[in-house]
């Protein structure tokens, strides 16, 4: 499986962005897939998970502000980020999780700054 993150950038707070991770591969082994993210000096942090039977799963840091969706026919999960605040600033991750491993995609940046 192999993950092309896109839509990281600069906004200012309160601000709304949306990111894009699209599978290629063997997509259909994804039993999960989801977003880290690393803020700067700090480790990684899950904070939203999609799973295969559509059920969803977000940290509290970003519960009620960010939504997690999967187009699985164009084989692309979203994260849809509103009311976005400076702490949200780090970098972004998409996973995706078969019963073998866990793949990456590259890292997306989310500067939230006024």
């Known amino acids: 499986v192999q993950l092309q993150a896109s839509g990281g950038g600069s906004v200012q707070p309160g601000g709304s962005l949306r990111l894009s991770c699209v599978a290629s591969?063997?997509?259909?082994?994804?039993?999960?897939t989801g977003w880290y993210r690393q803020p700067p000096g700090k480790e990684r942090e899950l904070i939203a998970t999609?799973?295969?039977?559509?059920?969803?799963n977000y940290a509290d840091s970003v519960k009620g502000r960010f939504s997690i969706s999967r187009d699985i026919d164009a084989g692309t999960t979203y994260l849809q980020m509103n009311n976005l605040r400076p702490e949200d600033s780090a970098v972004y991750y998409c996973?995706?999780?078969?019963?073998?491993?866990?793949?990456w995609g590259q890292g997306t940046q989310v500067t939230v700054s006024s």
């Open positions: 996973y995706a999780r078969t019963r073998l491993r866990t793949f």
């Open positions: 591969g063997n997509v259909p082994s994804i039993i999960y």
């Open positions: 999609f799973t295969t039977i559509k059920t969803t």
